[in-house]
């Protein structure tokens, strides 16, 4: 397979639409998996390259294989399949259905997607497999499935790199740890916030250098590090005691 072509899956979001975007620019063919495929078309039809948008039931795992097998047939395989779902609620009495939607989707979806395009690598005898993680799975957090299911993802990928090794097969797996951007905009705080072209630019960046782990922008990096070495009993108030309301 000569012509690069990528999969992503979860393409309706912003971030995903500049990612699109910027691997179209480069002549990237792609596949846009979406759960609303007709608000995808029109953007599809911007973009300066070859692209076919197919539908999303993340909530079926069956389903969302089946889907993904269909494509990677019908496109002759890919060089890139890059996860961008995710799903993410906040509710302080914890009510059981959010929680089980996002463990459907952040979960059971994310490793049904995950390891249906590794077999389908291994079957090709290449390729990378991406995904728009968070550094909210590097501890727990008030969205407690939220965050429990990045950490989840977070394993996932590097289980699959580390049987990528075991089976000496070049298949990069490339874990991009998103910092808190909807957070850092919520807070009007430009020193944490990017510009989603800057954003997308450094996500593409990290996979064609193959990297195993990124964090997205660079500098939260620096909250990542902070987060892994709080000590539970700081980084417990950081996140439960509620904010006194300023008079
Ligand atoms: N935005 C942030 O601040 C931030 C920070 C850290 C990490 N992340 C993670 O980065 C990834 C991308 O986030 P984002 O901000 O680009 O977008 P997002 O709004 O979090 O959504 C990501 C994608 O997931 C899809 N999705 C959600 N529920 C779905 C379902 N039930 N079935 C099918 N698709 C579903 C969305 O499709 P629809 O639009 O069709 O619902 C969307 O394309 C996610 O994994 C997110 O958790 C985001």
Known sequence: MTQATAIIV??????????????????????????????LREFASTLPTKVQVFSLQIEQPSAIIKQLESVWHDLGGAHLVLVNTGLNSYDPELPWLPEQD???????????????????FREQGYGQLAAINSIAGLRGGPSVAYHASKAFAQNYLEGLSMHAQRLKLPITITDIQLGLLDKAAMQQSTLWLAPLPQVAAQIIKAMQQGKRRVYVTKRW?????????????IYNTRHWKPKKSKK
Do not use: M, Y
């Open 10 to 39: 979860g393409a309706s979001s912003h971030l995903s639409r500049e990612l699109a975007k910027q691997l179209a620019d480069q002549q990237v063919e792609l596949a846009l998996f979406a759960q609303d495929v007709e608000s």
């Open 221 to 233: 990096c620096l909250v990542a590090w902070l987060t892994k070495l709080l000590p539970e009993f």
């Open 102 to 120: 996002i463990i459907d989707v952040n979960v059971r979806g994310f490793a049904a997607i995950c390891n249906t395009a590794f077999r389908l």
